[in-house]
């Protein structure tokens, strides 16, 4: 990851783990539902932890990377 990427992340707290991605990026208002968020998923747009996902119902746990577009989040459990 570049250091640009580092400045914009922002840190994202869930209530409990493992939370599946395509909710992840639809609560975080990073796609307008949950049909578009497993569209740009299977479209291959989406990286977790620098690779490429494309399971929809990857699970996700803290410390998780998410990338999307120009927005990079970081996964943390409250």
């Given at each position: 990851m570049n250091t640009d990427a580092?400045?914009?992340m922002r840190v994202v707290e869930i209530e409990e783990e493992?939370?599946?991605l395509y909710k992840i990026l639809?609560?975080?208002?990073?796609v307008q539902s949950g049909g578009e968020a497993?569209?740009?998923?299977?479209?291959g747009l989406v990286r977790v932890n620098g690779e490429i996902e494309t399971r929809?119902?990857?699970?996700i746990v803290s410390g998780d990377i998410i990338e999307f577009e120009e927005e990079t989040i970081r996964i943390i459990t409250k």
């Open positions: 580092s400045e914009k493992p939370i599946e639809k609560f975080e208002n990073m497993k569209f740009v998923i299977a479209g929809k119902r990857k699970k």
